[in-house]
């Protein structure tokens, strides 16, 4: 009898624990005023974590170009650059086939491009520090500047010999904007997106494949 009667008065228990807790108020979305970062905070955390991005978008321009690489992974690369741009943003190339023409691609295309290029062999490597300036803000409560890299690309045949060898100098629109209205964030919280890519410089080191 004892045992049943503690029984009862456990489970009791627990079922009170648990419906105090289901009627306690959810914990509201981030309320508070947008604050804008410091002018010390973007000079440094927010260059650096933009010179991280643009790290990123390097590794995964090596990795889609990469014909060692398996399919799964170029293609997975793929989908995780796509995320670093917002949308409606595209990325300039220069063909070596047109001389200096300079051909602007959506980003996504851009991507597919690169990894099917006929070149039996890919080499993207990319030289000298990323420059980011000084961010500025916008009309819209956002803060924007340009990074600025280089790269030298190489296509080489089976035997590893030389085709096509160029190096470009580009210029990637950098934003930076607070998301604290989106449902997934529910606090002060910048986020860095790229926009275009732009070239600025093309210089071709060999005659490009026929």
């Known amino acids: ?31 508070g005023e947008l604050k804008d970062p410091t002018r010390a905070e973007l000079d440094g955390e927010f260059k650096k974590r933009t010179e991280q991005q643009v790290g990123r978008l390097q590794e995964y321009i090596q990795i889609i170009s990469d014909k060692k690489q398996s399919d799964e992974n170029r293609d997975k690369a793929i ?13 300039q190339v220069s063909s070596g086939k047109k001389g200096a023409q300079v051909v602007s691609r959506s ?13 039996p062999q890919v080499e993207i490597l990319f030289y000298d520090a990323t420059y980011v300036g000084d ?17 030298e690309f190489t296509g080489k045949d ?19 904007q607070n998301l604290m209205d989106e449902d997934f964030y529910k606090q002060n ?10 070239v600025t410089e093309t210089t071709k080191q060999a005659k490009p494949i026929n």
């Open 1 to 31: 009898m004892k045992s049943t009667c503690f029984k009862i008065i456990f489970w009791g228990f627990l079922l009170s624990a648990f419906v105090s807790k289901a009627q306690q108020p959810s914990k509201p979305a981030y309320q």
């Open 79 to 91: 989908k995780e650059a796509i995320k670093l741009f917002q949308p409606g943003s595209t990325v």
């Open 107 to 119: 980003v996504a295309d851009y991507f597919r491009r690169l990894k099917a290029l006929q070149y």
């Open 135 to 151: 961010y500025r803000k916008g009309a819209d409560g956002g803060y924007y500047t340009t990074a600025t890299f280089s790269q």
């Open 158 to 176: 089976d035997k590893g010999n030389i085709i096509y060898q160029d190096k470009t100098t580009k210029d990637v629109d950098v934003s930076l």
């Open 189 to 198: 919280q910048w986020i860095i997106k790229f926009g275009n890519i732009k």
